[in-house]
């Protein structure tokens, strides 16, 4: 199997990590009343039910991207900022940082695998070792802006107790039989604070307050089939 190698900087460490697959998973709201309410939320705009929740969803894996900068073809995508671990050669070596799960939302009204696939999925060129904020895990921060109309606009902004814990997380990965090695996980998003925003630009924090430290990413969102 072909992989790719991932440059992450860790404690100021410059590390390039295997990886062998990309997942995302999808629909992993903690609370279950909500995460429904969501879809048919999304139902209601063409958005088919998942056969199961959570869902866990392949990509490619030279969707990752922090280049900081994306092109896309439409108007209609949008990114969401996410917990991404990021698992190394041994079950000790995990790594936990920001990322943004780019999709085709008009595409997703139709098949929501291929809306994740036809996107990049920026993530940040930093990480934290997950060792140093387990014990904090509900309490780190997910919060992302979007570029639009001349100004960035608050998009995101809530704990990541709005998220499945990370032993469900890894409950499921188990599950579905996912090897917890050279893997990169999308692992869940917080809600979005006004539906959703297609602007020309995306940006997104990790935040731990605890630590007094943050993770950052941001990037342009070019159209292909722009005429400007």
């Given at each position: 199997?072909?992989?790719?190698?991932?440059?992450?900087?860790?404690?100021?460490?410059?590390?390039?990590?295997?990886?062998?697959?990309?997942?995302?998973?999808?629909?992993?709201?903690?609370?279950?009343?909500?995460?429904?309410?969501?879809?048919?939320?999304?139902?209601?705009?063409?958005?088919?039910?998942?056969?199961?929740?959570?869902?866990?969803?392949?990509?490619?894996?030279?969707?990752?991207?922090?280049?900081?900068?994306?092109?896309?073809?439409?108007?209609?995508?949008?990114?969401?900022?996410?917990?991404?671990?990021?698992?190394?050669?041994?079950?000790?070596?995990?790594?936990?940082?920001?990322?943004?799960?780019?999709?085709?939302?008009?595409?997703?009204?139709?098949?929501?695998?291929?809306?994740?696939?036809?996107?990049?999925?920026?993530?940040?060129?930093?990480?934290?070792?997950?060792?140093h904020v387990i014990d904090h895990w509900d309490d780190l921060i997910l919060t992302s802006q979007v570029y639009l109309n001349g100004e960035w606009q608050n998009?995101?902004?809530?704990?990541?107790?709005?998220?499945?814990?990370?032993?469900?997380?890894?409950?499921?990965?188990?599950?579905?039989?996912?090897?917890?090695?050279?893997?990169?996980?999308?692992?869940?998003?917080?809600?979005?604070?006004?539906?959703?925003?297609?602007?020309?630009?995306?940006?997104?924090?990790?935040?731990?307050?605890?630590?007094?430290?943050?993770?950052?990413?941001?990037?342009?969102?070019?159209?292909?089939?722009?005429?400007?």
């Open positions: 199997m072909n992989s790719i190698l991932l440059p992450l900087t860790v404690n100021n460490v410059e590390k390039e990590i295997k990886v062998n697959h990309v997942y995302c998973i999808g629909y992993a709201g903690r609370n279950i009343e909500k995460t429904m309410e969501h879809i048919i939320e999304l139902e209601k705009i063409g958005v088919p039910r998942p056969a199961e929740v959570p869902t866990l969803y392949p990509v490619r894996r030279n969707s990752l991207s922090q280049t900081e900068e994306i092109e896309v073809l439409g108007d209609k995508t949008s990114g969401e900022a996410e917990i991404v671990l990021v698992f190394g050669d041994t079950e000790d070596e995990v790594y936990i940082t920001v990322g943004s799960d780019h999709t085709d939302r008009s595409l997703e009204t139709i098949d929501i695998n291929q809306s994740k696939q036809i996107c990049d999925k920026p993530i940040a060129r930093e990480a934290w070792n997950l060792n998009y995101q902004e809530a704990k990541i107790n709005e998220i499945i814990p990370l032993n469900e997380i890894k409950g499921f990965l188990n599950k579905k039989d996912v090897s917890f090695k050279n893997i990169v996980v999308f692992s869940g998003t917080v809600p979005l604070l006004e539906g959703f925003k297609y602007g020309s630009k995306f940006k997104m924090s990790f935040i731990d307050k605890v630590r007094s430290t943050e993770l950052h990413a941001e990037y342009a969102i070019t159209r292909l089939d722009s005429e400007e």
